[in-house]
């Protein structure tokens, strides 16, 4: 497990973080959401020990971010905004490289190569590849010690519709044995990989849900129309309508919250108020909607 503990960090005049805090553990996906500027590219620089100068604690099991950052860093997999390669290296002897560097002894390139679909392509030049198997050749270089903890900086930025497919599927795949925290300010890059999704705002937490919580805590919103007025206030007060609203002459939406289906009830106001329904609809306020609420 990994844990953050009241993580705080400034630059100069600005401040990126105030008291972050929150728990990742291997085997979910855990999708670090936020606008531009929010702190996520701050808080995995923390987290991959390239900053220093920060306040609060990051624990791994019994070890400390500040006291034993060799140790973390020998089994944390950093994939950095932009993804910085060497054009003019071919792939394979660019993973070579990086693992030369690292000083990473068996590192078992055949398998990593195959495992991020890399094959094809192992003898071109970094910089013959398309975006999609740069950001491969950025996340193979990431695995080559084979880390438990795997922290990708918007690892899905400029990729096509196919490529995003396979990355996310990937990524996936890495969640099921690894820690996996991955940023990003697009929110359905959140909806199709993660478990879980932590917003941030302005340095700081303001949600912390699993993607199911979130979609069964998402708000229901009836509209409907009758073919006469009624007060919004004799609507509210249908069971599970927390709030109705008069959009239009004598339409309405009404705002539940929970999953029952609340168009039978609806229904029978209408019934027992003599009136006529003219058209009814229901609709999820979805992720994007809370994700702006949360973030504006
Ligand atoms: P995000 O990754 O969510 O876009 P960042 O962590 O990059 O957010 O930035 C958080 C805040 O810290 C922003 O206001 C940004 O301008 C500021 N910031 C980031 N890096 C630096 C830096 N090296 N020097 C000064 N301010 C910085």
Redesign the pocket.
């Known amino acids: 497990m990994l844990q953050l503990q009241n993580i705080a960090k400034s630059?100069?005049e600005?401040t990126?973080l105030k008291g972050v805090s929150f728990k990742l553990k291997a085997g979910e996906v855990v999708g670090l959401l936020?606008?531009?500027?929010?702190?996520?590219?701050?808080?995995m620089k923390i987290l991959t020990g390239y900053l220093k100068n920060w306040e609060g604690e990051v624990l791994y099991g019994e070890k400390n971010l500040r006291d034993d950052i060799k140790s973390i860093q020998q089994v944390t997999g950093y994939l950095p905004e932009n993804n910085p390669l060497y054009p003019d290296l071919y792939v394979l002897e660019y993973l070579k490289f990086i693992a030369g560097l690292y000083r990473i002894k068996n590192a078992s390139f055949e398998e990593i190569i195959e495992k991020v679909g890399l094959s094809e392509v192992r003898h071109r030049k970094v910089n013959t590849l398309s975006k999609g198997y740069q950001q491969r050749v950025g996340l193979a270089a990431a695995l080559l010690h084979d880390p438990e903890i795997l922290i990708l900086d918007e690892p899905t930025t400029g990729l096509d519709p196919n490529q995003l497919i396979e990355i996310r599927k990937l990524i996936r795949q890495l969640g099921e044995d690894k820690i996996v925290l991955f940023?990003t300010?697009i929110l359905s890059e959140v909806e199709s990989v993660c478990d879980r999704v932590i917003i941030?705002r302005q340095?700081e937490v303001v949600a912390d849900q699993s993607l199911e919580s979130l979609r069964k805590g998402q708000q229901q919103i009836i509209q409907v129309e009758f073919d006469y007025r009624i007060e919004t206030e004799a609507l509210s007060k249908i069971d599970g309508i927390t709030k109705a609203v008069n959009t239009f002459d004598f339409q309405y939406e009404l705002y539940c919250t929970g999953q029952e289906d609340i168009r039978p009830k609806v229904f029978d106001f209408a019934h027992d108020n003599q009136l006529k329904i003219l058209a009814l609809n229901q609709k999820n306020e979805n992720l994007a909607e809370l994700f702006n609420q949360l973030t504006a």
Request: without cysteine; aromatic residues 6%; glycine residues 22%.
């Open positions: 630059y100069a600005v990126a936020g606008p531009n500027g929010a702190g996520k590219s701050t808080l940023s300010h941030i340095g």
